[in-house]
């Protein structure tokens, strides 16, 4: 075996690691966020308190995501990634330092002026068509929530930093510690507080977010600093990196302020539909696409910054295989279990029904683009650790633009009655299917891009294993749906396990028939183990 074969297999052994402890981490943040949802809806129901909570959350994640997000990490990590490579040790903890410095002044400068401003871009910018009462509780809760952008700030460089190390499990675990802090909140400081013991449950996680990632830091990098030396070397680059990744994150923010200020004007409880279906959906999102994207983010960034084309055109060709795999199958699978996977995790106390099906609608809506949406996770990746963000800002900036445009068409469509599935729609569904078409278009332009920059991505492959897994997930769904209409509605719990069991098994058989080597290779590791256990 030849030295280059050999560190691509080291590689690929490295990133199936990295993606399981991160995947792990996922079910586990997954499990902690579904009882935090189910906390919530529980106690508040899809009213106007919930409404307020969701759309104040909103500028707080949006100015994360722009100030210390995926636009940091993204531009971060493969700069860090190359100085140490250059076993320049020293300036790249001086970049870290740097980096932090300037992002935490740049994160209270940004949480002051939007905290003396909260009043008008509620009003004007979020939810332009509520009323006062609703007006001023969003302006109220969004002033606290938005001192987490600070510590946010300082904890998504922190991630970067360990990811860029390799150190995954702390980063990956932070995610649960946010659920954490909102669960709190919601057992311990709602029943003193109302709806603000939300707010202060999401400072809490924020908190929390950082605290256990602070130990693994301290292990892996020196002492870091105030550094604000401005040519501190990759700091302009790093600059120059992130302002299109900015531009681009910007997009995606705004898809989500348009959904706000859109649902605004719709049916009470419509942005409560609409954000617990994106959250339900980003849930399995988390597992099969992200988890994936961000344990192999760091290989990319170093096989890009040695030149490894083949190298990285292997791995990366590799990850859309496996995403493909596991998303194919579960986008058909949400489509029959919606229903009760929304009811067993949500229905109880003041959350209805009618709270369900609206929910659930808007969940199998998101479905149907849930591999375009893992497929985005990792092409935006794989250009971001070649050193390039202004290609996916582009494609994101057009997304945002298709979104808009058919986010007001099909709200508009559906509510004169162009959709009759459900009576208890009112437009939000229109929402959920203009991100999803818009999204499908921007993975169709980011693999078109990528395949021109770096040549074929084994499309052959790809294409052959998107059609056994077709060939698998098609009869799976059928049978799910058959159990599903004969247990129906009466037990979610049985409405949710029985269908996806045998959805399940007859997908796993279906897929070795059909020669799925993804199936085969975890059927040969299972025989192998339990050999070795004889």
């Given amino acids: 075996m030849s030295s280059s074969t050999s560190s691509t297999s080291g590689m690929s052994r490295q990133v199936r690691l990295a993606s399981l402890i991160i995947a792990s981490s ?70 870290a330092s740097a980096v932090l410095t300037y992002v935490s002044l740049a994160a209270v400068v940004v949480t002051i002026l939007c905290t003396l401003f909260a009043s008008q871009i509620v009003t004007l910018i979020l939810l332009p068509s509520a009323g006062v009462e609703q007006q001023a509780l969003t302006t109220d809760l969004m002033r606290i929530m938005l001192w987490t952008v600070v510590i946010f700030s300082v904890s998504g460089l922190v991630m970067g930093i360990l990811n860029a190390n390799q150190r995954f499990l702390a980063a990956a675990l932070a995610p649960s510690m946010n659920n954490l802090g909102l669960i709190l909140g919601a057992l311990l400081l709602v029943p003193l507080m109302g709806v603000f013991g939300l707010a202060v449950g999401a400072l809490l996680g924020a908190i929390l977010h950082f605290a256990i990632q602070f130990p693994s830091l301290r292990q892996a990098a020196p002492p870091l600093g105030v550094n604000l030396k401005v040519r501190t070397p990759g700091l302009g680059e790093v600059l120059r990196l992130m302002i299109p990744r900015m531009i681009g994150a910007a997009a995606v923010q705004i898809n989500f302020v348009v959904n706000t200020a859109i649902a605004s004007g719709l049916e009470v409880g419509s942005l409560t539909a609409i954000t617990v279906a994106f959250s339900l959906m980003f849930v399995i999102l988390g597992v099969i696409g992200q988890s994936v994207g961000t344990a192999i983010f760091p290989t990319l960034a170093h096989l890009g910054a040695e030149g490894k084309i083949d190298s990285y055109r292997d791995t990366l060709a590799a990850a859309l295989q496996n995403v493909l795999f596991t998303s194919i199958p579960a986008a ?16 109880r106390g003041n959350w209805t029904t009618a709270n369900t099906t609206s929910a659930a609608w808007a969940l199998q809506l998101f479905a149907l683009g849930l591999p375009a949406f893992a497929l985005q996770e990792i092409l935006a990746r794989a250009f971001y650790a070649l050193r390039d963000t202004l290609t996916p800002v582009l494609i994101a900036v057009g997304g945002m633009l298709i979104n808009v445009v058919l986010s007001l068409l099909l709200v508009h469509w559906i509510r004169k009655g162009g959709v009759g599935v ?22 169709i332009a980011l693999w078109w891009l990528l395949r021109r920059r770096i040549g074929s991505l084994h499309d052959g492959r790809i294409l052959q294993g998107v059609l056994r897994t077709s060939g698998a997930a098609l009869p799976m769904f059928g049978a799910a749906a058959l159990v599903f209409g004969a247990v129906g509605m009466g037990s979610p719990l049985l ?9 399940g098994a007859v997908f796993v058989v279906t897929a070795l028939l059909v020669g799925s080597p993804e199936v085969r290779a975890i059927w040969g590791r299972l025989r192998e183990r339990l050999g070795r256990g004889a």
């Fill in 332 to 347: 058909l699978g949400l489509l029959v279990v919606a229903p009760p996977f929304v009811a067993l995790i949500y229905e």
């Fill in 495 to 503: 409405a949710l396990i029985l269908p996806t069991a045998a959805g």
């Fill in 422 to 443: 459900i009576s208890s729609d009112g437009g939000f569904g229109g929402l959920a299917l203009a991100n999803v078409l818009a999204t499908i278009l921007e993975s």
């Fill in 26 to 95: 996922f079910v586990l943040s997954a499990v902690l966020g579904m009882i935090r949802q189910a906390l919530i809806g529980s106690i508040f129901g899809a009213g106007m308190l919930l409404d307020s909570f969701y759309a104040a959350y909103r500028l707080p994640e949006m100015l994360f995501t722009l100030v210390a997000g995926g636009a940091l990490g993204s531009a971060f990590i493969p700069v860090f990634s190359r100085l140490r490579s250059s076993h320049d040790e020293a300036s790249a903890w001086r970049l």
